[in-house]
């Protein structure tokens, strides 16, 4: 069971097993709210420590990282085993799976977070008064972050060393999908807090509390000060839909790549096969492309031959079946499919506008590349597509925090209140204003 459907079940009440008999549901709340007080509590610890503090803290998490990996590995084996025996979808596994060169990459990104530029303090904007009053809106830390998702380890390390570097506690729920993998991660880095002399409740998980502690989290409003989801489309939109503490809402990916009248055959290949099979589980991958009628007949067949040859399953309209063998036929649920797998969408449009309609019709918001050899289109897509992340010719897995110089991601924000797109540290950081002045007094 995923955990989009161990929180909807839980809040939904469909699950009367929900609450282990071990664990009354005033024990949960008990529980939960512990942690919650002991992160309150270290996040204004961590609010005044020095940037060398935390630079410090995040080093030696990524050492922990790479002096654990042996142990990490065989951590992880126990929870792919054991989503191998519940069938947990290929793109899940996928994400799931932590190996050597992941775990030296997850370090390398703490190390590239620890290095970049602390937000906290920055000034924002600020100006002089006519009466002499100094004013200055500066970045501060949030205090406590939330964070749900599912099958994914690799987020405990990213968005601890994100919160960290910008000065926030995190509380984490990281579902049983990846249990194992996420205690040892989870001492792991209090362990380097600990050896470092923050305090190791800086980062926590509930996730011994199971779907009673994920809903109680999302109650916990003045305990945490926003929640992040990051997962399957179910679990967002629960979590958006049921939570009482604020949301950023992370969003899942029906990515469209549209191959305009002008585009360069070469181009349109290589980004089309790379943003498709490079890593088809994660939401950058494109799952759909649209092919403009007059360059079908020139483009089309050979970026569907590279596709079929590197195992991509295609699903695609008459005209598309037309021009290539073994395409499934396309039916309306496979525009609106996160596939995460090697399947994409192909349709024929008959331009520029039809291929925008479809796309505002069946887009998540979240990455839409065009490929074209022509300004004026070019510039039409920019202006006209409302997604986090528009692009003309390149990659949709470009659409990734640590592409974009954030070193990771909290995730890649779908929304239009304070943060869209990837999301690094000033997106964990708000606001206050600093006013300093010399016994002024309003008239």
Not at 55 to 79: K, M, P, S, T, Y
Not at 83 to 101: K, P, V, Y
Not at 293 to 308: G, M, S
Request: glycine fraction near 8%.
């Amino acid at each position: 069971m995923t955990l989009a459907a161990d929180v909807s079940q839980h809040v939904s009440g469909d699950d009367t097993s929900a609450v282990p008999a071990a664990a009354p549901a005033d024990d949960v709340v008990s529980g939960v709210h512990e942690r919650l007080i002991a992160a309150r509590a270290a996040s204004r610890i961590l609010a005044g420590s020095t940037g060398n503090q935390r630079v410090a803290a995040l080093h030696a998490i990524a050492a922990g990282i790479e002096a654990n990996i042996e142990r990490i590995v065989e951590a992880n084996a126990l929870d792919l085993e054991a989503g191998q025996m519940n069938g947990l979808a290929s793109g899940l596994l996928d994400r799931l799976r932590l190996d050597e060169s992941r775990l030296h990459g997850l370090a390398a990104a703490v190390r590239q977070i620890s290095s970049l530029t602390d937000p906290i303090g920055q000034t924002v904007r600020g100006s002089t008064l006519p009466n002499g009053i100094k004013i200055d809106q500066v970045r501060v830390p949030f205090g406590v972050v939330g964070a749900i998702y599912e099958a994914r380890p690799n987020v405990t390390i990213d968005i601890a060393a994100l919160a960290l570097k910008s000065g926030n506690a995190v509380i984490l729920r990281g579902g049983t999908a990846a249990e194992n993998s996420n205690r040892v991660l989870v001492t792991l880095i209090r362990e380097a807090l600990t050896s470092t002399g923050l305090p190791a409740d800086a980062v926590d998980t509930i996730d011994d509390f199971g779907r009673p502690g994920a809903a109680e989290l999302m109650r916990a409003r003045g305990l945490v000060d926003v929640l992040i989801p990051r997962g399957s489309a179910a679990l967002i939109q629960t979590v958006v839909r049921d939570s009482q503490v604020p949301v950023i809402e992370t969003g899942a990916g029906v990515v469209h790549i549209f191959l305009d009248a002008s585009a360069r055959e070469d181009w349109a290949i290589d980004i089309v096969e790379n943003a498709k099979v490079q890593r088809p589980s994660v939401c950058n991958a494109v799952e759909t492309l649209l092919v403009h009628r007059d360059a079908a007949a020139r483009v089309l067949p050979q970026v569907l031959e590279r596709l079929r040859s590197a195992g991509v399953t295609l699903h695609g309209d008459a005209r598309t079946a037309a021009l290539a063998p073994d395409v499934v036929p396309a039916t309306e649920a496979d525009w609106e499919t996160e596939y995460m797998t090697l399947d994409i969408a192909v349709r024929i449009v008959d331009d520029l506008d039809e291929a925008l309609e479809h796309i505002r019709r069946y887009s998540t918001g979240h990455t839409e590349s065009i490929i074209t050899d022509d300004v004026a289109s070019a510039e039409r897509f920019l202006a006209e597509i409302d997604s986090a992340v528009v692009m003309v010719n390149a990659s949709t897995r470009f659409t990734d925090g640590a592409e974009f110089g954030f070193g990771a991601e909290v995730g890649i924000s779908t929304q239009k209140l304070h943060a869209r797109g990837p999301m690094g540290l000033p997106e964990l950081t708000s606001t206050k204003w600093i006013v300093r002045g010399s016994g002024q007094v309003r008239p």
